[in-house]
């Protein structure tokens, strides 16, 4: 039962297809709308893509006119009077002619923007209490007590530092409440844990990203032409595997600063599926969610220590943008599933718990029934800047990565739309398209497609 758990979560709870409608459907009727928006920055909107028809695209330069047009492309410029978006900011500054509506103003500290993660504990101590809409009654445990027992393994371990902390905290988590979707709790507790328990781990970030992964070929859905032979059977895994096309599962995003440097890792939980698994925390070079499409398959050792045949399709992340678009190009992928993974990311980086979220009450749909943001489109020279951070990182992409991230978040909960008066929308009927690279990244509002 617990596995089939684990698989819908796989399927539904991370999918873009949605949860589960009846569970989106209360949360939009008010259930939950906090969670729903945490949801929604783990993809469950349908993105926009290609050209946009029956809009105008003209650049939105109308001095006399109040309000945002709808059927206008703009651009973004940022008004930082906190000076914490660091990069995105300073290529954004505002010209002389901007009309007021292009610029988004940022007055968060530093310590603002930190409380929006730390605070997101409050979300996993709602999941776990069973009070989010989820397919779940609670779990065992509170978050108060994978903290105690993740200071209790951290501690009694010979390691030390970000990489042993993290596996610590998988492990008490695990431990404690052995949840069928740790995605909502584990990536939630993490930098409250490090504050409670004070500990020091400079740049410390684990946050959820999204992936392909193979599941059994014989689930609905399954895109055939992915089914592949693994070359063993159950239950060491299943004969025959495939993908749906879509990044439906959570895979966790380690970065912190050691001795070394700036340092990136892709987490997954040591429990869930660990046929397919090489191991728990890898550098994303070295990591299965690479090895390249021009390779038939490689071999894996499974957990009764027999190899099977795994396939590099059935492997990528949100942040692997070379591979993901040859897979689309190859119909491996569905169009748009990069797009709102990165975007979903970047957001992830901000506000992983979305505790700091709401809905307008009666907020209208957007067009073509989509809750939420949309992602028009993601230029190739912005993709390859993103997968070179993430291959080679650094201190200064790190921050410009967390930087970009922070003024997305900006824009999706600006008042904007036909109540400006209203509460903040969070990127209610406002397709975005990003251009330029990590370094100097250009935003634009672009009409919908209606």
């Given at each position: 039962?617990?596995?089939?758990?684990?698989?819908?979560?796989?399927?539904?709870?991370?999918?873009?297809?949605?949860?589960?409608?009846?569970?989106?459907?209360?949360?939009?009727?008010?259930?939950?709308?906090?969670?729903?928006?945490?949801?929604?920055?783990?993809?469950?909107?349908?993105a926009v893509g290609g050209t946009l028809a029956g809009c105008s695209t003209g650049n939105g330069q109308d001095n006399?006119?109040?309000?945002?047009?709808?059927?206008?492309?703009?651009?973004?410029?940022?008004?930082?009077?906190?000076?914490?978006?660091?990069?995105?900011?300073?290529?954004?500054?505002?010209?002389?002619?901007?009309?007021?509506?292009?610029?988004?103003?940022?007055?968060?500290?530093?310590?603002?923007?930190?409380?929006?993660?730390?605070?997101?504990?409050?979300?996993?101590?709602?999941?776990?209490?069973?009070?989010?809409?989820?397919?779940?009654?609670?779990?065992?445990?509170?978050?108060?007590?994978?903290?105690?027992?993740?200071?209790?393994?951290?501690?009694?371990?010979?390691?030390?530092?970000?990489?042993?902390?993290?596996?610590?905290?998988?492990?008490?988590?695990?431990?404690?409440?052995?949840?069928?979707?740790?995605?909502?709790?584990?990536?939630?507790?993490?930098?409250?844990?490090?504050?409670?328990?004070?500990?020091?781990?400079?740049?410390?970030?684990?946050?959820?990203?999204?992936?392909?992964?193979?599941?059994?070929?014989?689930?609905?859905?399954?895109?055939?032409?992915?089914?592949?032979?693994?070359?063993?059977?159950?239950?060491?895994?299943?004969?025959?595997?495939?993908?749906?096309?879509?990044?439906?599962?959570?895979?966790?995003?380690?970065?912190?600063?050691?001795?070394?440097?700036?340092?990136?890792?892709?987490?997954?939980?040591?429990?869930?599926?660990?046929?397919?698994?090489?191991?728990?925390?890898?550098?994303?070079?070295?990591?299965?969610?690479?090895?390249?499409?021009?390779?038939?398959?490689?071999?894996?050792?499974?957990?009764?220590?027999?190899?099977?045949?795994?396939?590099?399709?059935?492997?990528?992340?949100?942040?692997?943008?070379?591979?993901?678009?040859?897979?689309?190009?190859?119909?491996?992928?569905?169009?748009?599933?990069?797009?709102?993974?990165?975007?979903?990311?970047?957001?992830?980086?901000?506000?992983?718990?979305?505790?700091?979220?709401?809905?307008?009450?009666?907020?209208?749909?957007?067009?073509?029934?989509?809750?939420?943001?949309?992602?028009?489109?993601?230029?190739?020279?912005?993709?390859?800047?993103?997968?070179?951070?993430?291959?080679?990182?650094?201190?200064?992409?790190?921050?410009?990565?967390?930087?970009?991230?922070?003024?997305?978040?900006?824009?999706?909960?600006?008042?904007?739309?036909?109540?400006?008066?209203?509460?903040?929308?969070?990127?209610?009927?406002?397709?975005?398209?990003?251009?330029?690279?990590?370094?100097?990244?250009?935003?634009?509002?672009?009409?919908?497609?209606?």
């Amino acid at each position: 039962m617990k596995a089939f758990k684990r698989l819908f979560m796989d399927r539904g709870v991370a999918s873009f297809a949605g949860r589960n409608i009846l569970f989106m459907l209360r949360e939009w009727l008010g259930v939950n709308r906090r969670a729903f928006l945490s949801k929604l920055r783990l993809g469950t909107v349908a993105a926009v893509g290609g050209t946009l028809a029956g809009c105008s695209t003209g650049n939105g330069q109308d001095n006399d006119q109040d309000s945002p047009p709808v059927d206008r492309q703009f651009r973004y410029f940022f008004s930082d009077e906190s000076g914490t978006l660091g990069g995105v900011g300073d290529h954004n500054q505002p010209p002389d002619d901007v009309n007021e509506w292009q610029i988004i103003e940022n007055t968060r500290t530093e310590d603002e923007w930190r409380d929006l993660r730390l605070n997101d504990v409050a979300y996993a101590e709602a999941y776990m209490a069973g009070e989010t809409v989820q397919p779940t009654d609670g779990t065992p445990g509170t978050p108060a007590e994978i903290v105690t027992r993740t200071q209790e393994l951290y501690e009694a371990t010979d390691e030390t530092g970000p990489v042993a902390f993290t596996n610590a905290l998988i492990a008490a988590e695990d431990e404690v409440s052995s949840a069928d979707f740790p995605g909502e709790i584990v990536p939630n507790i993490a930098e409250h844990a490090i504050s409670e328990l004070g500990y020091n781990f400079p740049a410390y970030s684990l946050t959820s990203t999204r992936a392909v992964h193979p599941v059994s070929a014989d689930y609905d859905g399954v895109k055939p032409e992915t089914v592949r032979e693994t070359g063993v059977g159950a239950p060491i895994a299943p004969e025959r595997v495939g993908t749906f096309g879509e990044m439906r599962t959570t895979l966790y995003l380690l970065m912190f600063k050691d001795n070394d440097g700036f340092q990136i890792r892709y987490v997954n939980r040591p429990g869930f599926s660990p046929w397919y698994l090489r191991d728990t925390l890898r550098k994303p070079s070295k990591s299965v969610y690479r090895e390249p499409l021009s390779k038939d398959y490689f071999s894996m050792t499974g957990t009764q220590g027999r190899a099977l045949k795994q396939y590099p399709e059935h492997f990528v992340t949100a942040l692997d943008y070379r591979k993901a678009v040859k897979m689309r190009q190859q119909g491996l992928l569905k169009d748009g599933e990069f797009r709102k993974a990165l975007i979903g990311t970047l957001l992830s980086m901000v506000d992983n718990g979305g505790n700091d979220e709401s809905i307008p009450a009666g907020a209208v749909l957007g067009c073509n029934g989509n809750r939420g943001y949309q992602i028009e489109s993601l230029t190739h020279e912005f993709g390859t800047s993103i997968e070179d951070f993430i291959v080679n990182p650094s201190s200064d992409r790190a921050e410009q990565f967390v930087g970009l991230g922070r003024a997305i978040y900006l824009i999706f909960e600006t008042e904007f739309g036909e109540d400006y008066k209203g509460d903040p929308k969070f990127g209610y009927n406002q397709p975005l398209k990003i251009t330029g690279t990590l370094a100097a990244p250009e935003l634009y509002h672009r009409p919908e497609q209606c």
